[in-house]
């Protein structure tokens, strides 16, 4: 028997409805994740673009060698 | 604090990790800046090269003269190469440009690779060039936006997964910061899905480079460059849209989400307005996007069940994506003042807003009894260029003005200019989708009026196509006011950049290294006391550890990515390769003859898809109009099927025995004397060019590799041997209805596209053949075994 017979015998009326509960199980879990994640870790990941330079050690230098302009 | 929880312990855990390792020694890093400034000075000037080439072909609809009669700058050669241009060329380096700038400083790490760095830039440019020559050429696969040829094809899949993805993932394996924040998940999903989306949709056979290694015979550069696909009629037509939709969800949509959620943050100086929303919006839109392809062929062949599933997904869209455009204006909160006076924010404002506007209007559009509407018509293109002008090219400018003056190290030369820019950006847009958006629901609306009697109000496809000419003047103005903008802009880069300094400063950044053996997230432990093991499993779960898990492991989370969007791929894509009867044959059908084929290999060359369908819908005013509705088993020899998306010409499904040979020949000589008001090109160089005889052996080769029953037409010489032998009947034909001598039509293109469209659709009424009948694909295909 091949996999076209197989799928070809299948009840695929409830597919979408399959689909559908899926996606929900799937947002549920995600939303449940997000909302017991702490304050104080959102608040970490949410500045993260505005820390490109905090939290390390800077130093500009105009350094004999440069770069070339590109 | 002994109250604390895990989390914000463990929070402090890598700040005091960080800390301990800067006493022992931390590595430093130098930003990769000069191939963020090579991607950014590519995003404007392929912008303005694709906007210059909307512009053209914008003029060639409303003054068809403005082709020439020159057939590389055809409408339907160049329409192709302005979509290629704006979403590959535009949108792409722009996204390249904004990847590369954030995932470094968002990482604390220089790019894994400057060798794949530059092999991307060039290997991309080289790609972009290789469109440029190609599809002006009429070498196309026919597909929209997929219409690059199989070299094409493997290069771009080489410099996607292997030079770009290669170089990302590198670049977050060794990175410094252990939160993967939000914009790099976009973008995994972006490499991941494009990836996935591109290999899919071409899988061919390379008919040209087939028949050279079979034969040894060289049929010239074009027919080398040619393939079929694998996928034909309505499955192809699946694929594509499950491509073409999904291309622009991860192509034009996560990428650009990735950089609103960094450069607006940025920007406006404050974070994001919910990080959390910003979680959501991202699992929700992955997870959705890929099912909604299906809404793009709603009346069509495709089983309604495949549709109505699109159409669903596509509504709940909405919320994610709407989420996602009130998550970036309320980023704003607190900075509305500054709107007013920064060019930068007034471009992310109304860039979101149109975020807001497409996103909203997509689902409607997907919505059947609105499609019915506005399927075929100008809307869907009204509805595509707010996207992209207001969406992806705001976006663009927006982010381009913030970073080029950093990146050149100087402040911008003129904060005036680019809020000239906005303002002839914005007026320029408007006045573009509000034409075009009018010409559309006009169009739509006079194809299905009819008068008291039953009868078509507009029965001439001509009247619905003069009518709109003013409103195509309009967009010309719009079109040319946005190229004016972005002119401004590079001239404003251009000066800016020569303001730099002498030699670039690089900082340099130091930071400690992860941690190889991090334990910041030791295992939940159950909170609950005297229950089941299951008990203390879902506590353990619902702590929601694992989510967190996922936010710093890379490989894991693309997996997840990949796992995500190939659910609704299956479920949708499956039972249409699978189940037979979702394509019921037709005995009647049979594959097109040698020159035909040839025939239709021009048509496709020409992208006559671009401005005419070949499916009629199951409407009244469809059925009267071109005749009985299209079915499914009348395209399984259609590689690539030719559904086409819009009707800037009638539908063509059953143009076959319509009008006569001498009506197309003279019609291709010249639209508007045959059909006064047209605005089809004219097509000269079809009466002249010589049909490339030699290939079409090749060409049904190919096809019968597919599982075409073609007989022994595969034998050597066969196939030519028919096409010419048709090829005179029909120039004979041609000349007994007052053409030309036979002489000099019979081995011309214009015959071979004649021979192909007298064919289409009229094998619904013909007679089965007397042999045994093929009568399911699957038989179709094993006729040839």
């Known amino acids: 028997m091949r996999l076209t017979d197989i799928v070809s015998n299948m009840d695929l009326d409830t597919y979408p409805i399959i689909g559908l509960v899926l996606f929900l199980v799937a947002f549920a879990i995600i939303v449940w994740g997000v909302l017991k994640t702490p304050k104080s870790m959102i608040q970490h990941q949410a500045h993260l673009p505005l820390e490109d330079d905090f939290g390390i050690q800077t130093e500009s230098t105009n350094k004999s060698k440069g770069v070339s302009h590109g | 604090m002994p109250n604390q929880t895990h989390s914000e312990h463990n929070w402090r855990i890598t700040v005091?990790?960080?800390?301990?390792?800067?006493?022992?020694?931390?590595?430093?890093?130098?930003?990769?800046?000069?191939?963020?400034?090579?991607?950014?000075?590519?995003?404007?000037?392929?912008?303005?090269?694709?906007?210059?080439?909307?512009?053209?072909?914008?003029?060639?609809?409303?003054?068809?003269?403005?082709?020439?009669?020159?057939?590389?700058?055809?409408?339907?050669?160049?329409?192709?190469?302005?979509?290629?241009?704006?979403?590959?060329?535009?949108?792409?380096?722009?996204?390249?440009?904004?990847?590369?700038?954030?995932?470094?400083?968002?990482?604390?790490?220089?790019?894994?690779?400057?060798?794949?760095?530059?092999?991307?830039?060039?290997?991309?440019?080289?790609?972009?060039?290789?469109?440029?020559?190609?599809?002006?050429?009429?070498?196309?696969?026919?597909?929209?936006?997929?219409?690059?040829?199989?070299?094409?094809?493997?290069?771009?899949?080489?410099?996607?997964?292997?030079?770009?993805?290669?170089?990302?993932?590198?670049?977050?394996?060794?990175?410094?910061?252990?939160?993967?924040?939000?914009?790099?998940?976009?973008?995994?999903?972006?490499?991941?899905?494009?990836?996935?989306?591109?290999?899919?949709?071409?899988?061919?056979?390379?008919?040209?480079?087939?028949?050279?290694?079979?034969?040894?015979?060289?049929?010239?550069?074009?027919?080398?460059?040619?393939?079929?696909?694998?996928?034909?009629?309505?499955?192809?037509?699946?694929?594509?849209?499950?491509?073409?939709?999904?291309?622009?969800?991860?192509?034009?949509?996560?990428?650009?989400?990735?950089?609103?959620?960094?450069?607006?943050?940025?920007?406006?100086?404050?974070?994001?307005?919910?990080?959390?929303?910003?979680?959501?919006?991202?699992?929700?839109?992955?997870?959705?996007?890929?099912?909604?392809?299906?809404?793009?062929?709603?009346?069509?062949?495709?089983?309604?069940?495949?549709?109505?599933?699109?159409?669903?997904?596509?509504?709940?869209?909405?919320?994610?994506?709407?989420?996602?455009?009130?998550?970036?204006?309320?980023?704003?909160?607190?900075?509305?003042?500054?709107?007013?006076?920064?060019?930068?924010?007034?471009?992310?404002?109304?860039?979101?807003?149109?975020?807001?506007?497409?996103?909203?209007?997509?689902?409607?559009?997907?919505?059947?009894?609105?499609?019915?509407?506005s399927h075929y018509t100008d809307w869907t293109i009204a509805h595509v260029h707010s996207g992209v002008l207001g969406w992806n090219g705001f976006m663009t400018f927006g982010m381009l003005y913030w970073m080029m003056p950093r990146l050149f190290q100087t402040k911008l030369y003129s904060t005036k200019l680019a809020t000239t820019h906005f303002w002839i950006g914005t007026i320029g847009m408007v006045l573009y989708i509000l034409a075009i958006y009018t010409a559309g629901i006009t169009q739509g609306l006079m194809w299905r009026a009819w008068d008291e009697t039953g009868r078509l109000a507009y029965p001439d496809f001509i009247e619905t196509v003069t009518k709109l000419i003013p409103f195509y003047w309009i967009r010309v103005v719009g079109g040319l006011l946005y190229l004016t903008g972005a002119i401004l802009a590079l001239y404003n880069f251009y000066m800016t950049w020569r303001n730099r300094p002498e030699r670039y400063e690089e900082t340099v950044h130091y930071a400690a290294p992860l941690s190889a053996n991090y334990d910041g997230d030791p295992p939940a432990k159950s909170r609950l006391t005297a229950n089941a093991g299951f008990g203390h499993a879902g506590d353990k779960f619902l702590q929601g550890n694992w989510h967190r898990k996922w936010e710093r492991r890379p490989v894991r989370f693309s997996i997840y990515v990949l796992v995500a969007v190939s659910i609704g791929s299956l479920i949708e894509l499956l039972p249409m390769f699978l189940v037979s009867s979702n394509v019921p044959t037709i005995a009647s059908v049979q594959p097109y003859t040698p020159l035909e084929l040839a025939g239709r290999d021009i048509y496709i060359a020409e992208g006559c898809y671009n401005c005419h369908s070949q499916m009629i819908r199951p409407f009244y005013w469809e059925t009267k109009r071109y005749g009985d509705y299209s079915k499914p088993g009348e395209f399984i020899y259609d590689r690539p099927f030719q559904w086409g998306s819009r009707r800037i010409g009638p539908d063509l499904a059953r143009e076959g025995g319509r009008k006569s040979h001498l009506w197309h020949y003279e019609h291709f000589k010249s639209p508007a004397d045959v059909s006064p008001g047209s605005i089809m090109p004219r097509y000269p160089w079809l009466l002249s060019k010589p049909i490339n005889f030699p290939a079409i052996q090749g060409r049904v080769d190919a096809n019968a590799m597919l599982g075409v029953p073609y007989g022994d037409l595969v034998l050597d010489g066969a196939a030519e041997e028919h096409a010419q032998f048709q090829a005179a009947t029909i120039a004979a034909e041609l000349e007994e209805q007052g053409g030309p001598s036979m002489d000099q039509t019979a081995d011309k293109q214009v015959i071979a596209l004649i021979a192909y469209l007298q064919r289409l659709g009229t094998d619904l009424y013909k007679e089965a053949p007397a042999t045994k009948p093929v009568t399911t694909q699957e038989e179709a295909s094993h006729a040839t075994d």
């Open chain 2, 16 to 373: 005091s990790d960080q800390a301990q390792v800067s006493r022992d020694g931390l590595e430093s890093f130098v930003y990769d800046d000069k191939i963020v400034r090579m991607f950014g000075w590519a995003t404007i000037i392929w912008g303005i090269v694709a906007f210059l080439v909307g512009v053209i072909i914008a003029i060639q609809m409303a003054f068809p003269a403005a082709g020439f009669g020159i057939e590389f700058l055809s409408f339907g050669r160049l329409r192709p190469l302005h979509t290629n241009a704006a979403i590959f060329a535009f949108a792409g380096n722009a996204v390249f440009a904004g990847i590369y700038y954030s995932t470094q400083r968002l990482c604390k790490a220089r790019m894994f690779s400057d060798l794949l760095s530059r092999l991307h830039f060039w290997g991309w440019q080289l790609i972009i060039l290789s469109a440029a020559i190609t599809l002006p050429l009429g070498i196309t696969q026919g597909k929209e936006y997929a219409e690059l040829e199989w070299p094409i094809d493997l290069a771009i899949a080489v410099v996607w997964l292997v030079f770009f993805g290669g170089n990302f993932l590198g670049t977050l394996i060794k990175r410094r910061e252990r939160h993967l924040y939000v914009a790099l998940w976009f973008y995994i999903a972006t490499i991941v899905v494009v990836t996935v989306l591109h290999v899919f949709n071409n899988i061919w056979i390379p008919a040209g480079l087939v028949h050279l290694i079979k034969t040894g015979e060289f049929a010239g550069p074009t027919f080398l460059m040619k393939s079929y696909p694998v996928y034909a009629g309505v499955q192809d037509a699946l694929m594509q849209w499950w491509y073409g939709h999904n291309a622009v969800a991860f192509f034009l949509t996560t990428p650009f989400l990735g950089l609103m959620y960094y450069f607006m943050p940025k920007a406006a100086e404050r974070p994001v307005f919910s990080y959390k929303l910003s979680i959501i919006h991202f699992w929700s839109l992955v997870f959705i996007y890929i099912w909604a392809g299906p809404h793009h062929l709603h009346y069509t062949a495709l089983p309604e069940w495949a549709t109505t599933l699109g159409m669903v997904f596509s509504v709940m869209l909405w919320m994610p994506s709407w989420g996602g455009m009130i998550n970036g204006l309320l980023t704003l909160r607190g900075a509305w003042d500054r709107v007013a006076r920064d060019p930068i924010l007034k471009f992310f404002v109304v860039g979101v807003t149109f975020y807001g506007m497409s996103t909203f209007e997509g689902p409607l559009l997907s919505i059947k009894a609105v499609n019915s509407l």
